[in-house]
């Protein structure tokens, strides 16, 4: 009685086994052929235009920034056979590296292929906390009649081959945005405070988005 016992749960484990095996098995044969479909396909990652920014109001009153301003953003999907879902995308502002915009979430969205997107969110930052010399150099730059801000984007993406969607993968793009002053510094896009230096207490100046820029992206 003990040794057919002892057949059956060797005959049972055996049996196990091999299932597991073929499991295991498939697994890694499933994933090598998708990594080939993946490698044979090659995705390239998306393009990202900033196509125009309009700078709204701005404050430099205290040590803290205030900002407001809405911007144009485009990405195309450059492959033939791979689609894009873009997820979780935040975009913000920066100036010399310090955020100066508090991130705003943009609409997720499929990109088919060869496809352009386009999305026009609107960043603002109500006393936003920077380094005193940050704030002295934005007034020094508007002063002289130029602003270089960076409109950035953090998110995560997917690939789409067929029916078949890839994992999630880190997605940030950086794009420089050149402010210009065009014609006379009275009278133009946004009120600057006494604080500005050397603007006076109820100057204007007009700042435009000069050209549209390319963003530089990693995936």
């Known amino acids: 009685m003990g040794k057919e016992k002892h057949h059956r749960d060797w005959v049972l484990r055996r049996c196990c086994g091999s299932i597991a095996a073929c499991i295991l098995t498939l697994a890694v044969l499933v994933g090598f052929i998708?990594?080939?479909?993946?490698?044979?396909?090659?995705?390239?990652k998306p393009s990202f235009y900033l196509q125009d920014v309009e700078l709204h109001s701005i404050d430099l009153s205290d040590p803290a920034l205030s900002l407001n301003l809405q911007v144009t953003i485009a990405s195309r999907n450059p492959n033939d056979r791979v689609g894009v879902y873009y997820k979780t995308l935040h975009a913000f502002t920066t100036y010399r590296d310090e955020p100066v915009t508090i991130p705003v979430s943009m609409p997720a969205i499929y990109q088919g292929h060869k496809d352009t997107s386009v999305w026009s969110p609107v960043m603002s930052g109500d006393s936003v906390p920077v380094a005193a010399y940050v704030a002295e150099a934005m007034k020094q730059d508007i002063a002289a009649g130029y602003v270089l801000l960076h409109i950035k984007i953090d998110g995560r993406v997917k690939?789409?081959?067929g029916s078949w969607v890839s994992g999630g993968y880190h997605l940030f793009v950086n794009c420089p945005a050149l402010l210009a002053a065009s014609g006379s510094n009275v009278g133009g896009a946004f009120a600057m405070s006494a604080a500005a230096g050397g603007l006076g207490g109820n100057s204007t100046v007009s700042l435009k988005f000069t050209h549209p820029a390319d963003c530089t992206v990693d995936v």
């Open 159 to 161: 690939w789409k081959v």
């Open 34 to 44: 998708v990594l080939v479909i993946y490698l044979a396909l090659h995705p390239s």
